[in-house]
């Protein structure tokens, strides 16, 4: 054999071995010849859209990677949300590339379900719509969602061309009593939006505004206007309640309370308050009024009825009369539908005897959500399916077998034969499984169409994706059930443009284009319009309501409050809600029952213990969880899971608390109860482990999440001069000012022209989350499922850490953790084989072709932040069109962590080269700190003198985690503020 035929022998045999090394050979290579105009192999394209995971309809720009849309991050012109997201935003991808997400029409046999073409559904649905209209008026019927105005007119339209009424508008969380309360008050059933930024001191009675009433992105950024610390102090915030949600635990203080007897709390409030004007001028008539009603709610009655003490009561009262703009809040959606009504309406005199003009509430500008219709008129719609003998039911992207507590009576009524049922939606859940037909539509980010989030504000949607599927627009469905000659335009498209151009002073192409590219169009000044005048024979129907609330007694109340990670339940198939802690309990994937100490150790209830609960609708089991944030008789089930029939990762996960409450409504305001009376509490025999990635409630006095009283900001620690113990330790920043000859045995690193940080503001972080879901997002980072977390094997980068004060548990701090980026890192110097490697610009880097999977980085890291893979984590298609293709999807046995998004980094380093400068501060945003409501997240170079961290660092308040330990982290935190109130 010559050396030429020895060469060739082995040359072919280290390509087949490299080859074999594959974990899965490409059998195709792509062309982008017919790539669309704007699309650059390579480059990400931005298209600007509206978020509809609930009906604040947050602006979105869609980042596309040749045809797929890859990350969502919110849009900074539209006026919600201004550039920020929150969890359920964040995770609207799933949905798009949902793996049981229906790609064909589904008719249902007598064998089960049958896929059909599209276009042999628009002609089934268009017989079915002219049968019904043979057989007369009004046997039609329509059930839809929250949609915009160009929507729900061409809704009406086909309605009224049927001869039926208007479609009926069904939100599980639809503030009725709110509503009724301005309708009384103010004349108008409305949803005004607050100027929350402006007030000096919130008192609540469990609004959740920072996690899903109204506009929970939008008032979370108000709040931190408020709230957050600034060298001028910072405002006050109160909420009694007999559950401490999240909102909760970001109050200065909370006061718990006897379910129900909010009402109470508020008038012996505005007794107080009228007894001291504080040189206010409260209008005669409605002294007069007033006086009236709260004769009989004295500070000591009113303890007796809600176990608020006179003391906190008259402490709470002081706050509102020395505010100079006080805001008062009525109740949250966890509250029964008699004590719900009475709450908003003695909320609401409160306000005004505070400041008849009532300046904080902005009534040109109101939320859409306030077009739902009332509880008891979507009970009406399906009681009207069969006494109006109805033939044809079309439903809109809702699913009220598992939103309504008696579920089994309307899936019954739409499962009858004699009528055709109708389901729009993308998935097979507990409602479109009792449909006659399924039909598949566009989602938000694939449709032309127009949202009213407000009505100040004229959101736009548009196709963001190449399409993976032919699911047509519902508009244009809807438009081709009408005759020729009446449709109002020739397809939905040419329909949402007329729309958006009619109140365009030159309605041009150009004009178009400006207001889709930039996601809508929002007014440039304020809204500004007077509050309506009162009118005070709400005083009668007020009275009315506390003379019907039940007396007070010590039984067991059931509360269901909405979850800040699925809504009314509509989120409960996106794994990453799933897989991300609830930020109250640390508990992902699982429903606990949560329980008040005192009640679980009267009972002999542990955590994890299965209990049983009963009430006269229905019973449910499910494991405890202990938490101090509860009157001592009320039980706490969050809503959102538990359902029968809604994908792989919701079915059978958790349990539905709905299925424990009464159907009826309250006879004012149509409100449902979402509170009950139980009837037993019983422990099970059986114990469940919790999930729960939290390895304890408190920091157990180590130097984690430290606060700091107002009045001592800038003060030295009590313990004197600086030193090495816990409680003398100094900030050491990771540049070469940290480092002291004295502490240290090595010398700085030498950094070249950037020292990349972060600053976290504690006292701004509300622990919603957010941050966490972007991770998810940007970082391709694997679902690992309940079991695997229970075993300790959670891959999250970031972390809301959530730590109780131990001589308050009602009082929480909520801590973001990712990889602290060290300068002296303790995994560096651990690793065999140099996987952790520290950049020439201070990240820590795991560079995953190195990692051998030691596991000894994980353990030598004091922050517990570094993840191992033990498994291929899997993306069913077409979820895997979702990952980014700027980073790496890790493979089994690799270690991986926060690599502060170091793809962004590059991308800046690229920007600024071809531009010949040097990066701007500001130009690197991190998903984490870009989707932050609040602004908690700051990110540069400390190499920059001018830069925010550098000048934020300076800040009195700044500390390091643990940093006593000498690791010099380059995560820098703020104490989180606290006021005696």
Same mark, same amino acid.
């Given at each position: ?327 008062? #809040? ?6 029964? =539908?008699?004590?719900?009504? *009475?709450?908003?309406?003695?909320? /609401? &005199? $409160?306000? +005004? ?104 504000? #004229? ?6 994706? =190449?399409?993976?599927?032919? *699911?047509?627009?519902?508009?244009? /469905? &809807? $438009?081709? +059930? ?500």
């Amino acid at each position: 054999m010559n050396r030429r035929t020895f060469l060739k022998i082995t040359s072919m045999g280290s390509v087949a071995f490299a080859a074999g090394c594959s974990a899965k050979t490409e059998d195709n290579l792509f062309t982008m010849v017919q790539a669309t105009e704007d699309m650059v192999t390579g480059r990400a394209n931005w298209y600007a859209s509206t978020c509809r995971e609930c009906p604040a309809g947050c602006g979105v720009l869609a980042k596309n990677r040749e045809g797929r849309v890859i990350k969502l991050e919110g849009n900074p012109l539209h006026p919600v949300n201004r550039g920020a997201l929150c969890i359920r935003g964040q995770a609207a991808l799933q949905g798009v590339y949902h793996p049981d997400r229906l790609t064909l029409p589904q008719l249902k046999t007598k064998d089960g379900w049958e896929s059909l073409p599209y276009y042999k559904t628009a002609g089934l649905v268009a017989k079915h719509f002219r049968a019904a209209i043979d057989k007369g008026d009004g046997r039609v019927a329509m059930l839809t969602e929250t949609v915009g105005r160009t929507q729900l007119d061409l809704f009406a339209t086909v309605m009224q061309h049927a001869g039926s009424a208007a479609p009926v508008v069904f939100e599980p969380l639809a503030y009725e009593a709110l509503k009724f309360a301005h309708a009384e008050l103010c004349g108008a059933p409305i949803l005004p939006s607050l100027h929350l930024d402006q007030a000096d001191v919130l008192v609540g009675f469990g609004a959740d505004f920072l996690e899903t009433w109204l506009s929970p992105v939008e008032y979370a950024r108000k709040f931190k206007a408020m709230h957050g610390y600034k060298k001028d102090g910072k405002g006050r915030f109160l909420q009694v309640s007999p559950f401490q949600s999240l909102t909760g635990a970001n109050a200065d203080r909370w006061i718990d309370c006897r379910p129900g007897s909010e009402p109470a709390v508020i008038m012996g409030l505005i007794q107080i308050v009228m007894g001291d004007a504080n040189g206010r001028r409260i209008d005669g008539k409605l002294l007069s009024a007033l006086a009236d009603l709260t004769g009989d709610h004295t500070p000591e009655t009113v303890a007796k009825i809600s176990g608020v003490s006179p003391k906190d009561l008259t402490a709470i009262a002081r706050q509102l009369i020395a505010a100079r703009r006080p805001l008062v #809040l009525g109740a949250g959606a966890a509250s029964s =539908g008699k004590a719900a009504v *009475a709450t908003e309406l003695a909320a /609401l &005199f $409160l306000n +005004l005897a505070l400041d008849p003009a009532l300046p904080l509430f902005d009534f040109a500008n109101r939320h859409r959500v306030e077009i739902a219709d009332r509880r008891a008129a979507v009970n009406d719609f399906f009681d009207g399916l069969q006494k109006n003998d109805v033939k044809l039911v079309l439903l809109n992207n809702v699913n009220p077998v598992f939103a309504l507590p008696d579920g089994g009576r309307i899936a019954k009524i739409l499962g009858e034969r004699k009528r055709f049922v109708v389901a729009f939606d993308n998935f097979l859940n507990e409602t479109t499984a009792q449909a006659d037909l399924i039909i598949p539509v566009q989602m938000a980010l694939e449709t032309w169409d127009a949202y009213e989030s407000n009505t100040a504000s #004229l959101a736009t949607l548009q196709p963001a994706m =190449g399409r993976i599927n032919r *699911a047509p627009a519902i508009g244009d /469905l &809807f $438009l081709d +059930l009408l005759p020729a000659e009446k449709r109002p335009a020739e397809n939905y498209q040419t329909l949402v443009t007329r729309t958006v151009l009619a109140d365009e002073a030159k309605p041009t192409t150009a004009a178009w284009l400006k207001t889709v590219q930039q996601g809508g169009r929002f007014a440039d000044t304020a809204s500004a319009a007077n509050a309506p005048k009162p009118n005070l024979k709400a005083a009668a129907t007020l009275k009315r309501c506390l003379a019907d609330l039940p007396a007070p007694d010590n039984t067991l109340t059931l509360l269901a409050p909405p979850s800040i990670r699925f809504f009314d339940g509509r989120g409960a198939n996106r794994p990453w809600l799933i897989e991300t802690p609830d930020p109250l309990t640390q508990i992902p994937w699982q429903t606990p029952v949560l329980i008040h100490p005192e009640t679980m150790a009267a009972g002999g209830i542990k955590d994890g213990d299965r209990v049983t609960l009963k009430t006269d609708a229905g019973t449910i089991e499910a494991p405890a969880y202990g938490y101090a944030g509860l009157y001592p008789q009320a039980i706490v089930v969050p809503t959102g899971q538990g359902h029968t029939g809604f994908g792989r990762w919701a079915s059978g996960q958790g349990v539905n608390p709905l299925a424990l409450l009464d159907a009826t409504t309250d006879p004012d305001a149509g409100a449902p109860a979402f509170a009950t009376v139980l009837s037993s509490l019983e422990k099970g025999r059986q114990h469940d482990q919790l999930a729960i990635t939290s390895g304890s409630r408190t920091a157990l006095h180590r130097k984690i999440a430290p606060t700091v009283a107002m009045d001592e900001i800038g003060h030295r620690d009590a313990h004197g001069e600086p030193g090495l113990t816990m409680d003398t330790f100094p900030l050491t920043p990771p540049t070469p000012e940290g480092y002291d000859p004295k502490r240290d045995i090595y010398p700085p690193h030498d950094h070249a022209g950037y020292r990349w940080a972060m600053i976290v503001d504690v006292d701004r972080c509300i622990g919603c989350s957010a941050c966490v879901a972007a991770c998810y997002a940007e970082n391709n980072i694997g679902i690992v499922g309940e079991q695997r977390i229970i075993e300790g094997r959670e891959m999250a980068w970031l972390q809301i850490q959530r730590y109780h004060d131990p001589a308050d548990m009602a009082h929480m701090t909520f801590l973001p953790m990712m990889c602290q980026h060290c300068d002296n890192a303790p995994c560096e110097a651990v690793c065999p084989v140099y996987a952790p490697h520290h950049s020439k610009e201070g990240l820590n880097n795991q560079i995953y072709n190195r990692c051998i999977g030691t596991r000894f980085c994980a353990q030598n890291c004091p922050y517990k932040v570094r993840r191992f893979n033990w498994f291929d984590w899997k993306w069913p298609e077409p979820l895997n069109m979702q990952l980014n293709p700027w980073v790496t999807v890790r493979s089994k046995g690799v270690m991986e962590k926060c690599s502060f998004c170091v793809q962004r980094i590059k991308r800046a380093h690229n920007a600024a080269k071809n531009e010949k400068r040097a990066i701007r501060d500001g130009e690197v945003v991190p998903a984490c700190a870009q989707t932050c409501p609040t602004g908690a997240l700051t990110f540069g170079s400390l190499m920059d003198p001018d830069s925010r961290v550098s000048r934020m660092i300076k800040d009195p308040r700044a500390y390091q985690v643990m940093g006593y330990l000498n690791t010099k982290p380059a995560v820098i935190y703020l104490k989180k503020v606290v006021q005696e109130v």
